[in-house]
């Protein structure tokens, strides 16, 4: 039986580098058919249709089936894995809160369809932004779907930061292990080196360099989206596909060491439960997670983490005042 994937934002630019990887079992294995579904608005449905008639000229063998709708009900129905990638973008002159609120007509719905429609196994990947406060606003609209299921993205975050540090030191990349995003999506999020191996060493100690970690490289993991869109004309897209992709196939099918993931906060590193974080995570397979206790927090880590989570709390706040979530 293939497994249903639904993609919210198909025609969108992170849908066109997302959904050929998952058509060829990149998300869920060699072994996994794969059912996609497609949830479109109204007027960008013509072009996933595009999309979708580029999927079938790929002749993939593991993806048996392609739906598109701008129905969340429709597209949600049975749905085991959901990628929601669609989000309504910050435009110029618009507010923090009528960011949110703008979201919120996008993700309360949804949510609400998944609450309704999907499988009652479903695992939630939320990439549109503001990721964090989206994957809180699906996840307090699906009462009845355990909270644990809902995540946001860091790992284009993680990823980028772990370029950053193996381009510093000039080692592989595959060298730099555990390096751990905490927080939000946002410029405050905080790229962990306490935790994170270079070589099995304390990356901090083998970096050696407070200035650079403090002044050069925590803020520009932060804005790399923005020197990407300076760069390219237009943000990150195949990067952030490949994210997702990481994402969920960790995920689902297992990692080793320490991952960054945005999840349901329960108290862990002294964060209030309630807002959806980046913690540094382990991934045993099977949709499961397990956030990882006990790793080091000194104060130069706790003062970070305590700001972006704080960024996160007053989105929460905010979110409640809109009544999206309760
Ligand atoms: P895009 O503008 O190219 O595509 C977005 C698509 O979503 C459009 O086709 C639009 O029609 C669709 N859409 C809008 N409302 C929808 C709804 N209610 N239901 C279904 N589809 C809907 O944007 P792009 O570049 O693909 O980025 C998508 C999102 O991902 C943005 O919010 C962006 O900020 C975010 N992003 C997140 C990253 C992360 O690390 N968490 C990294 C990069 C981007």
Redesign the pocket.
């Known amino acids: 039986m293939a497994t249903k994937v639904t993609v ?10 997302l959904l050929f990887r998952i058509a060829s079992g990149q998300l869920l294995g060699p072994d996994t058919k794969v059912e996609l579904r497609l ?3 109204e ?2 449905l013509k ?2 249709e595009g999309t979708a008639l580029e999927l079938v000229d790929c002749a993939f063998p593991l993806l048996s089936k392609i739906d598109i709708s ?1 129905d ?1 009900n429709e ?1 949600f129905d049975g749905a085991q894995v959901a990628l929601l ?5 910050r435009t110029k002159g618009m507010e923090r809160a009528d960011l949110l609120e703008a ?1 919120g ?2 993700f309360k ?2 949510g609400e369809a998944i609450n309704d429609h999907a499988d009652r196994d479903i695992r939630v990947l ?6 964090n406060t ?1 994957a809180l606003i699906a996840m307090s609209n699906a009462r009845d779907v355990p909270a644990e299921r809902f995540t ?6 993680e990823n980028r930061a772990v370029a950053q540090v193996a381009n510093k030191l000039a080692v592989g990349v595959d060298e730099v292990q555990d390096l751990v995003v905490w927080g939000n ?1 946002s410029p405050t999020m905080y790229p962990d080196l306490f935790n994170a191996k270079v070589g099995g060493k304390r990356a901090w100690d083998v970096v050696d360099d407070e200035a650079w970690v403090a002044g050069e490289f925590i803020p520009r993991v932060g804005k790399r ?1 923005a020197e990407i869109i300076e760069a390219r004309g ?4 195949a ?2 596909a490949n ?2 992709i990481d994402h969920v196939r960790d995920w689902m099918l297992g990692a080793d060491g320490l991952r960054s993931m945005a999840v349901p906060t329960t108290g862990a590193y002294g964060v209030e439960p309630g807002i959806v974080g980046s913690l540094p995570v382990r991934l045993p397979g099977g949709g499961v997670y397990e956030i990882a206790e006990g790793l080091d927090v000194p104060p130069f880590s706790q003062e970070r983490i305590d700001k972006t989570m704080g960024e996160l709390r007053e989105e929460r706040d905010a979110v409640v005042k809109l009544g999206l979530v309760s």
């Open positions: 919210t934002g198909a025609a969108g630019q992170i849908g066109y580098a949830l479109e608005i007027p960008a072009a996933a701008s969340p597209a990638v669609g989000a309504r973008p979201n007509a996008i719905p949804q939320v990439v549109g932004n503001p990721a989206n946001a993205m860091t790992r284009l975050d999506h989206g237009a943000s990150s897209a990067s952030a994210a997702a």
